[in-house]
């Protein structure tokens, strides 16, 4: 059973202060990850995709990826309200779309 | 460009019923994949299609089916419905499908009662 780990939550964070997400996986031959965010109530939001060890920024967003470990985490600077919401870590475990999701990190930015 | 479209937005049935749910991917998209989302399970992936073929199937029962057609529109179908069913049904699309980024719809919720 491939699996993807995740703390469900909820994470809070003080507003402006950085939030730190972890995911773990089990399938060594995963090849691509994928952060989400789900607002309550609304469909998974794309952030971000990874691809290849290290890190990968995208605004206020760094995605982290160390296969050797096997965990990607997402960071987010400046955490603001608004960023209130479950974040997804997907794992694709190779080829066509094989997507494992975690069960979700429930982040509360406070203000 | 439009995005991935479901329909309809909110179903009721009763048990022993049956459903058709539609997903119209992103143009240009032909990989479509469908997720059941329960607050207990999380996102389960269902099956994935590209170019009306079935590449992907996760550990669901025989009642859940979909298909697409030939201009990557996607349905699902779920028969013999039974409460365990009451979910949030998600429709995903990606270019080929090969290691990308999915983009989801705003989904169907079905109800059972």
């Known amino acids: 059973q491939k699996e993807v780990e995740q703390n469900s939550g909820p994470l809070s964070v003080p507003e402006g202060a950085i939030a730190s997400l972890n995911c773990t996986y089990s399938d060594r031959g995963s090849q691509s990850f994928f952060w989400y965010r789900q607002y309550s109530g609304k469909s998974p939001e794309l952030i971000m995709s990874?691809?290849?060890?290290g890190d990968k920024e995208d605004g206020r967003f760094t995605a982290q990826l160390n296969k050797a470990s096997q965990y990607v985490s997402l960071l987010i600077r400046d955490s603001q309200p608004s960023d209130s919401a479950t974040y997804l870590c997907?794992?694709?475990?190779?080829?066509?779309?094989?997507?494992?999701f975690g069960t979700g990190t429930k982040l509360q930015v406070i203000p | 460009k439009a995005g991935v479209t479901q329909t309809p937005r909110y179903l009721i049935k009763t048990r022993g019923q049956q459903v058709t749910l539609s997903c119209s991917p992103i143009?240009?998209?032909?990989?479509v994949s469908w997720y059941q989302q329960t607050p207990g399970q999380g996102l389960q992936f269902l099956f994935e299609?590209?170019?009306?073929?079935?590449?992907n199937k996760g550990n669901f029962p025989g009642r859940f089916s979909g298909r697409q057609f030939s201009n990557s529109r996607s349905e699902m179908n779920v028969s013999t419905l039974e409460l365990g069913d009451s979910a949030l049904y998600l429709c995903?699309?990606?270019?080929?499908?090969?290691?990308?980024?999915?983009?989801f719809g705003d989904g169907t919720r079905l109800s059972i009662l």
């Open positions: 990874i691809y290849s060890n």
């Open positions: 997907a794992v694709n475990s190779g080829g066509y779309q094989k997507v494992t």
């Open positions: 299609y590209f170019s009306e073929t079935q590449r």
């Open positions: 995903a699309s990606s270019p080929t499908g090969y290691d990308q980024p999915q983009h």
């Open positions: 143009s240009g998209h032909r990989s």
